[in-house]
């Protein structure tokens, strides 16, 4: 089987994300958002399908910022399922502005979404699901474990032979040094 570092080589679509962002550490709001709604949008269709969306998820969910997300009401329920541009699915629809109002409750509670992740980390992978199932929406094992290491908190974005996975290591992804998830 084609591991996604050999694929995303030869593919135009999957090279730039492969290159520049998966794996590697995200810290701010509305980036860790975003990538929460394409994984949770993600479930059941191919990641090629949500990379060609992504602009158009972009302007849907107001570049993902959480505050305007969070003041979603019905009539913008009603747009995002009518946006060819998105995923039309209305539990998908109703997780992203769900997950939004949690986020900016987190945010108060914690300071950000960010600083409530860390907060829990390292945690193993069946403490991060239940973690994400006990505080939003859409969120099974495959949503978690991918938006985890997306993002840098647990390993297995890169095979060790990738020239990627080198540089994933230079931006000290939350994994490194914790005993147990070396990659």
Not at 57 to 85: C, H, I, P, T
Not at 139 to 158: K, R, W
Request: overall charge neutral; aromatic content about 12%.
């Amino acid at each position: 089987m084609t591991s996604y570092c050999e694929f995303a080589v030869t593919d135009s679509l999957h090279k730039p994300y492969h290159d520049y962002e998966y794996g590697f550490p995200l810290r701010d709001d509305s980036a860790l958002f975003e990538r929460l709604i394409l994984e949770i949008n993600q479930a059941g269709l191919s990641w090629s399908t949500i990379l060609r969306k992504r602009p158009a998820f972009r302007r849907a969910y107001s570049e993902f910022d959480l505050d305007a997300v969070a003041a979603y009401d019905d009539a913008d329920r009603k747009r995002l399922l009518g946006d060819a541009g998105i995923i039309r699915n209305r539990l998908k629809v109703n997780a992203a502005i769900e997950n939004a109002r949690r986020l900016v409750e987190l945010r108060h509670e914690h300071g950000s979404f960010a600083e409530w992740l860390n907060r829990h980390h390292p945690a193993s992978k069946e403490a991060w699901v239940k973690l994400f199932k006990q505080r939003f929406l859409f969120t099974g094992p495959e949503i978690v474990n991918e938006f985890l290491m997306s993002t840098g908190y647990l390993p297995g974005a890169h095979r060790r032979e990738c020239p990627i996975y080198e540089k994933v290591l230079a931006s000290n992804p939350h994994w490194v040094n914790v005993p147990g998830q070396q990659a």
